[in-house]
C-alpha cells in the first residue's frame, strides 16, 4: 500500500513543537524548538529542521540540526539554557534569517544561513540604533516567540509577546516585565536593528474586555501571514488548546479578531466547551501554509502526560473567498490528500481523540496526569530512529478515535495490545456509538495480536476504540482486512 500522510506528521520519536511551516523552492520546511521525549522542561534540544517535497507531502526528510545553542555568545550554560520557539525569513538578500530567544532571558536574537536548512551562523541580537538590545532597556516588553515577515516592498516586521495570566515571574528570577499583549517591532533592512516600535497590536487578557478578542485575548505565539493584501496574525489565545487568527490591511496595526483556526482538544469546534473535550490538551503554537494551492495549519499536540514532549500536527484548512477560515478539527490524516485508506495497519498513535472514562484533562505546567488516563508515549529514551510510539494505560471507559478512512469492504479487525487487561475492545463509527465490532483481549506480556470479524458501510467513517474490562492496555496499532 502507498504510503500515506498521517499526524503527526514526522516519525514517532520526533517531538519538534511550534512548528513555522514554509515553502522555499519546491520543499515545505518545517522550524520548531526540539523538545526531549520525557523531558521536565521546554525545548531543551537544539534546532532541527525536517523537509517534504510539496508533491509528496507523505515523505519527510531529517535535515539536521541547523543550529545549536552554543554557537551564541549568551549562552552562559548549554545545560540549563534552551532554545524556544523560532521563526525563520529570507531576507532581500537572498540569505535566510533565524529568529529565536533563549527560555526567558527576554531577548530575540538571529542566526543568518545562504540555504533553507544549512547550518545557520550566530548573526546578531536584536537591537537599538544606539546598541542597546532590545528587551533590556528599561520600559521594554518582555520579548518571546519571534514571527517574522518581509514584506513585498522590502519592509521587515518583527512580531512577539508573551502574556500569561498570574506567572511566576520570580520562580525564574525575572522581574515582572510590561506586557499588553501581543506587539510589533519594525526592524531595518539589516533584519537586526529596531526601527520603529515595539508597539501592541492584540490585547492580552488584563486589556481584551469590550473588544472583539474577549474570551481570545493573546497568551503567546504570534506568526504572521501575508495572503494578498490581508496580513493574518496568528497566535495562542490565553485558553492555551486554540490558535485564533485576526486579519488587517496593515502590518503595524488595525487587527480585528476572526475566530479559531484549531484547538488541539477540538475546543469550540460544533459548541464544543472545556468540558466536552476530545483530547488531552496544554498549549498551542504554529502557522499556516500554501502547499500546491491547498492550505494548512500546522499546530502541536502534547504526549506522555505533559507539556515538554510535543508533536505536531497538520490540517487542511480553507480560505474562503472573504478571507475568512473556518475551525477545522483534529484527524489522523492531516497532511493526506483526503481520507486514510480503509484497510492496512495503522498505528494508535495517530488518533486524533484520545480520553478517559471521565473524559481528557488539560495537562497544566509542571503537572504530570496519572490514575486512570491513557496517554501517548514510547519505550526507550529521548532518540532519533526505532519508532515504538503507542497509547499506554488503556483501561476501563478510555476511548482512541481516529479520523478518517474510506471504507469499501472490509471483513475483520485486529488490535496489537499488551498488557494485564482482560475486556473488549468496542468498536464503532461515532462516539459512544452501537459497535460493529467486538475485540476480545487477554493478559500478555508482550505485544499480541487478537481478531474479530468486522462488517462496515461503505463510506468515509471514523473509527472509536472503547475498552470495557479490567486493568490496563498498552495499545499499538489495529489492521483493517
Not at 259 to 281: E, P, R
Not at 437 to 451: I, L, M, R
Request: proline share 5%; glycine share 10%.
Amino acid at each position: 500500500m502507498k504510503k500515506q500522510a498521517l499526524n503527526p506528521y514526522l516519525p514517532s520519536y520526533e517531538y519538534v513543537p511550534d512548528g513555522e511551516p514554509y515553502v522555499f523552492g519546491d520543499r515545505v520546511y518545517v522550524y520548531g524548538s526540539h523538545d526531549k521525549f520525557n523531558g521536565t522542561e521546554y525545548c531543551p534540544n537544539d534546532y532541527v529542521c525536517w523537509s517534504a517535497d510539496v508533491n509528496d507531502l507523505e515523505n519527510w526528510k531529517y535535515e539536521g540540526v541547523i543550529y545549536k545553542k552554543t554557537q551564541d555568545p549568551m549562552c552562559d550554560n548549554p545545560e540549563k539554557r534552551l532554545l524556544f520557539a523560532p521563526d525563520v525569513q529570507k531576507g532581500a538578500d537572498g540569505r535566510y534569517y533565524l529568529y529565536y530567544v533563549f527560555d526567558f532571558l527576554g531577548v530575540m536574537a538571529v542566526a543568518v544561513c545562504d540555504t533553507p536548512a544549512g547550518e545557520y551562523e550566530f548573526y546578531g541580537h536584536v537591537h537599538y540604533e544606539d546598541g542597546t538590545l532590545l528587551g533590556s532597556k528599561e520600559g521594554d516588553p518582555f520579548q518571546f516567540d519571534p514571527g517574522v515577515l518581509v514584506d513585498g516592498d522590502g519592509s521587515v516586521y518583527l512580531y512577539s509577546g508573551f502574556c500569561p495570566v498570574n506567572f511566576p515571574w520570580g520562580m525564574f528570577d525575572l522581574p515582572e516585565r510590561l506586557i499588553k499583549g501581543g506587539m510589533v517591532i519594525e526592524l531595518e533592512k539589516d533584519m537586526v536593528t529596531v526601527k520603529e516600535g515595539p508597539k501592541v497590536i492584540i490585547p492580552d487578557k488584563a486589556h481584551g474586555k469590550g473588544t472583539d478578542f474577549e474570551g481570545h485575548e493573546f497568551f503567546e505565539a504570534p506568526s504572521i501571514r501575508k495572503i494578498c493584501d490581508t496580513y493574518y496574525f496568528v497566535y495562542s489565545s490565553f485558553n492555551g488548546h486554540e490558535l485564533c487568527y485576526a486579519t488587517s490591511k496593515s502590518a503595524v496595526g488595525g487587527f480585528k479578531y476572526c475566530g479559531t483556526i484549531v484547538s488541539n482538544a477540538d475546543i469550540f469546534l460544533n459548541g464544543i466547551t472545556d468540558k466536552d473535550a476530545l483530547n488531552y490538551s496544554a498549549n498551542n503554537h504554529g502557522s499556516i501554509v500554501e502547499i500546491n494551492g491547498q492550505w494548512y495549519v500546522f499546530y502541536h499536540r502534547q504526549t506522555n502526560r505533559h507539556q515538554f514532549s510535543i508533536q505536531g500536527c497538520a490540517e487542511r484548512i480553507t480560505i474562503e473567498k472573504d478571507g475568512s477560515i473556518k475551525q477545522v478539527e483534529m484527524t489522523s490524516s492531516g497532511l493526506n490528500n483526503g481520507p486514510l485508506k480503509g484497510v492496512g495497519e495503522y498505528e494508535a498513535r495517530i488518533a486524533c481523540n484520545l480520553m478517559s472514562k471521565e473524559g481528557p484533562k488539560r495537562y497544566e505546567f509542571g503537572e504530570v496526569i496519572e490514575k486512570y488516563h491513557p496517554y501517548f508515549t514510547q519505550d526507550g529514551e529521548d532518540r532519533e530512529d526505532n519508532p515504538n510510539q503507542h497509547i499506554a494505560n488503556i483501561n476501563e471507559g478510555s476511548v482512541a478515535g481516529f479520523k478518517y478512512f474510506i471504507f469499501d469492504k472490509v471483513e475483520e479487525i485486529s488490535v496489537k495490545v499488551r498488557g494485564n487487561g482482560n475486556g473488549v475492545f468496542l468498536i464503532s463509527t461515532e462516539l459512544g456509538g452501537q459497535p460493529i465490532s467486538e475485540v476480545k483481549v487477554s493478559a500478555q506480556s508482550d505485544w499480541s495480536t487478537f481478531t474479530a470479524p468486522m462488517k462496515i458501510e461503505e463510506g468515509i467513517k471514523p473509527l472509536y476504540f472503547t475498552y470495557k474490562g479490567e486493568g490496563s492496555v498498552d495499545f499499538m496499532s489495529f489492521i483493517i482486512k
